[in-house]
């Protein structure tokens, strides 16, 4: 082991423990001891840091004693993949995670009002079950059977795959992501255990709303990332890691219109307690599949078993129960909603759109489980493609539906203007749905997604522009975003349909014509060492204007693996 690390982790872990311990003793009466508490919590902090410290500079240094820095780096690579393989591998992502999880800690402890004492306490806990992971199998560990003062001259090196761009900014994002989810989590057992039932729904929003833009932005990079990586292979394939980040995504974006619910109409109070504890436990959930090895046969990106897998289960279930004990017990005091919405109004579309997602999330949750499920009765087996896109393909239409509708309805009721700028907006999205089919678009359940999608796409951005002409710009947040969904939607379903596919077999300085393009290969070239073996293909379209596209394909040396890096032309 490298001490100086291991002691670190040790020390983070303490501290926590020791901040969990003065934040029980202050809730049970001694509040001087909430000083302490947060005290041990920066202490543990500034360990975290300082570990994570250590962990970057024994990678930058090229310290191939340490078998983390031996698996996943080598001489080769630039610094700002060297750098990135600090995430490359189980422990460094979970050391990432736990970083993010202080980092968020401190703000969080200026943040959350009375809930302090009892919302710190849970959370410090999330921590500590993180550092624990460590503790058990840890980045600072030496290799195994090297003779004394031997080290290796070179490390594995990065998986090619990996060496992208992409690299240096999806996984922060997505770990950023998931350490956000354990702040509702938090509150929410916190307004649980302190009977506050309304207070805490302030509190937990803007960490709810950091959790989808971070988890939403970490599953579109990622979609591009394999886009760019895999090439015409696509950017979505329902693979279960890309779906076990998906579903916390959904029932967080439930979570944000829960509250918005609760706090406009008092009612959804205990869903929300419901979806922010389920949030959190879908995304250690997540990390079991992901990290355990269960899924090693069904996906591309999970990870090898490295005997952390009870420890996982532990996790999962530890703050599964912690969850659902705190809500049972004060599941009969929780106010209920009383009274009657009219359908037309924002309430009503609210709960349609929650139950959307939620039947959603649900779906994909047992499909991607569906390897563990028929392994207790037969042959393990996973759902395709096909399954998710027949069911999903409904309720993205409603929820596209929901979109361009709700902006113009209020919480009792319609507003004056829903006839006349839904009906500009519709016309926008019939007139792009008549272009789809002036370039050659069928299908009934195509045109009716590119409609809907087209038009809250439309809606939003024309309530953007009235609340900004109001000046009225904190409410432009929600309706931008959905004005990128509605975007994001219409992009996808497009660029589904109109998709062609032909292999062809390029010869070297003779022409190919593939869907009006004449492609022309040129040759490989080798002149850039961190570029080798670049296929050299002129593209030249119908009006003659010429482009090089400089796909590679290689083996790579560390691996033997053929490796291929695509160039997509846009």
């Known amino acids: 082991m490298y001490w100086p690390g291991v002691i670190t982790l040790w020390a983070a872990f303490l501290a926590f423990a020791a901040s969990a311990f003065f934040y029980w003793r202050a809730d049970r009466g001694r509040e001087e001891l909430k000083a302490y508490a947060r005290q041990a919590y920066y202490y543990g902090t500034f360990a975290v840091f300082f570990a994570s410290g250590i962990l970057l500079y024994l990678i930058l240094t090229h310290d191939f004693r340490l078998h983390y820095v031996f698996s996943y780096s080598d001489l080769s690579l630039p610094w700002f993949y060297l750098a990135s393989t600090f995430w490359a591998g189980q422990e460094g992502s979970f050391l990432l995670w736990i970083l993010w999880g202080a980092v968020i800690g401190i703000f969080f402890i200026r943040f959350s009002r009375h809930y302090e004492n009892r919302a710190l306490l849970v959370y410090n806990l999330t921590l500590l079950s993180l550092i624990a992971i460590l503790l058990k199998q840890s980045p600072f560990r030496f290799l195994q059977g090297l003779p004394p003062g031997q080290v290796p001259v070179d490390g594995q090196g990065l998986n090619p795959l990996l060496q992208n761009f992409w690299m240096t900014i999806h996984p922060p994002i997505m770990f950023l992501g998931y350490a956000a989810t354990a702040v509702p989590f938090a509150l929410a057992i916190a307004a649980l255990w302190s009977r506050r039932y309304e207070e805490w729904v302030k509190a937990s929003l803007p960490w709810a709303l950091v959790t989808v833009v971070t988890l939403g932005a970490a599953i579109l990079l990622g979609g591009y990332w394999a886009y760019v990586t895999l090439g015409w292979g696509g950017y979505w394939g329902w693979d279960p890691v890309e779906n076990s980040s998906l579903v916390p995504w959904l029932t967080s974006s439930a979570l944000v219109h829960g509250l918005v619910l609760q706090k406009a109409r008092n009612r959804f109070r205990k869903l929300n307690f419901f979806l922010a504890i389920v949030s959190f436990v879908l995304v250690v959930y997540a990390t079991f599949l992901t990290r355990s090895g269960v899924l090693a046969d069904f996906s591309v990106h999970s990870f090898v078993d490295l005997g952390i897998t009870g420890w996982l289960v532990f996790n999962l279930l530890f703050f599964l129960l912690l969850g659902l004990a705190f809500l049972f017990w004060r599941w009969r005091e929780i106010p209920s909603e009383v009274g009657e919405e009219p359908f037309f109004s924002r309430t009503v579309f609210f709960v349609i759109a929650i139950g959307a997602l939620l039947a959603t999330a649900t779906v994909v949750l047992v499909g991607t489980s569906s390897p563990l499920i028929t392994r207790l009765f037969t042959k393990p087996s996973q759902v395709g493609a096909d399954f998710y896109n027949r069911v999903t393909l409904p309720v993205g239409i409603l929820l596209a539906l929901l979109l361009g509708v709700v902006p ?12 006349q700028r839904l009906l500009l907006a519709s016309g926008v999205a019939l007139a792009g749905t008549l272009a789809a089919v002036g ?30 002409r109001q000046r009225r ?38 022409p190919q014509t593939l869907f009006g393009y004449t492609l022309t290969f040129k040759g490989i070239r080798n002149d850039n060492p961190l570029e080798k073996d670049v296929m050299l293909v002129e593209v030249k379209d119908s009006q003659g204007r010429l482009r090089q596209a400089r796909p590679r394909m290689f083996i790579n040396e560390k691996t033997q693996q053929l490796v291929a890096h695509p160039d997509v032309l846009v």
Do not use: C, P
Request: charge should be positive; charged fraction near 15%; hydrophobic fraction near 50%.
């Open 408 to 419: 113009y309805l209020h919480w009792k009721g319609t507003a004056k203007e829903l006839g």
């Open 439 to 468: 370039f050659g678009a069928r299908g009934v359940l195509f045109l009716v997604f590119l409609f809907v999608s087209i038009l809250a796409f439309a809606s939003n951005l024309l309530k953007s522009m009235d609340e900004m």
């Open 473 to 510: 710009f904190r409410a432009m947040g929600g309706y931008l975003a959905h004005v990128g969904l509605g975007l994001m939607l219409t992009g996808i379903i497009t660029s589904s349909a109109y998709d062609k596919t032909q292999k062809v077999t390029l010869a070297e300085g003779q």
